[in-house]
């Protein structure tokens, strides 16, 4: 597997990552421990080094999976995890947006017993918090890192002027955001900002939850349990309007002997050499397809040609919740 580095951050990491979350929330049931814990296993004896998760994710029970999952071979991996949400503490229910610093101690200290680690070598604030200015969050994670406990600090889904402010305080190595073909937000103001402060991007859902695969029919419905069941873009309606782009990247995929999530990889590595995504999955053969992106070089017509497509088409459907935007 080829490496990558997150800006000049000197976090170095597998040049594409392991998004964590959907083995235990939001894409239907949650997968079997044993097996995720094998697969966890198989992605690092694939070179994989780079893992994704957060304390919303169950909440918690991603950690604890990483924690038990990743604790054999913990010097051999980068653990990304990330704060940011209030939780009640009798029925877990989260209640809302909370990144004081007080409260971003007291996650750290609980997350790094379910990762079973004694430093957390990411820590992501998961969404911008507007009650809390964004120097005293990152002073704390500053502390948190002078005290041994975080090695670097990520932010998700900021806007570039808090990734400037926020920066300017304690260096930012890696900021995530979803970014892919038919999510290209970042474009415009994140990642020239990036680009300009040495700081890493880290496209969360870069196979836009599963379409850009191919492998979606529009007339599917999803369980009540997977996220897709409510997103705009989920719709049979918008599916149907949006398999224009994925048609394009069919196209290049057959050309190329590749899957179309190979090629809509491909395409995101080609953007930046401090690009690292992070797919998730369930499935050992989705694992391995996957990290077979990392070594398809697109041509500079191959690119042009998948740029100009989602430049011309209209995706149908907001982005996410419909209701995503930077803060």
């Known amino acids: 597997m080829k490496t990558r580095d997150l800006g000049h951050s000197g976090l170095t990491v597998s040049a594409l990552g392991l998004g964590c979350m959907g083995m235990s929330i939001n894409y239907g049931t949650a997968g079997d421990k044993a097996e995720m814990i094998r697969l966890l296993h198989a992605a690092v004896d694939k070179g994989v080094t780079f893992f994704d998760t957060a304390e919303v994710y169950g909440p918690f029970t991603n950690e604890e999976l990483l924690g038990e999952g990743l604790a054999p071979m913990r010097d051999k991996v980068v653990i990304a995890t990330k704060f940011g949400f209030d ?12 990144s004081r610093p007080d409260h971003i101690r007291a996650v750290v200290e609980a997350s790094l017993k379910r990762l079973r680690t004694d430093v957390i070598d990411l820590l992501y604030q998961h969404r911008v918090d507007p009650a809390v200015p964004i120097e005293d969050v ?7 890192i002078a005290a041994g406990k975080v090695r670097h600090f990520g932010l998700s889904e900021a806007s570039a002027a808090t990734i400037r402010r926020a920066h300017a305080v304690q260096p930012v190595a890696a900021v995530q955001s979803e970014y892919s073909l038919w ?16 700081i890493g991007f880290v496209p969360w859902s870069p196979l836009g939850q ?7 029919d529009p007339a599917q419905t999803f369980a009540p349990n997977d996220v897709r069941s409510w997103f705009p ?4 309606s918008a599916m149907q309007a949006n398999l224009a782009l994925v ?5 290049i995929a057959a050309q190329r002997g590749a899957s179309p999530a190979q090629i809509a990889l491909a395409w995101l590595m080609a953007q930046d050499p401090w690009i690292v995504p992070i797919p998730g999955t369930t499935k050992l053969h989705r694992l391995d397809e996957n990290l077979a992106a990392a070594e398809i070089e697109l041509t500079a017509s191959e690119r042009a ?13 907001g982005r996410g919740t419909g209701h995503e935007q930077y803060v």
Not at 247 to 251: G, L, M, P, Q, T
């Open 305 to 317: 040609t998948l740029t100009e497509a989602a430049d011309s088409i209209v995706i149908e459907g």
């Open 183 to 198: 999510a290209r937000d970042p474009e415009a103001e994140v990642l020239p900002a990036c680009r300009e402060l040495g």
């Open 233 to 236: 873009r989920f719709t049979p």
């Open 138 to 144: 990152a002073g704390a994670v500053g502390e948190l």
């Open 247 to 251: 048609d394009v990247v069919r196209r």
């Open 87 to 98: 939780f009640d503490p009798q029925t877990h229910a989260r209640n809302g947006l909370c």
């Open 210 to 216: 599963g379409f850009l695969t191919g492998t979606l």
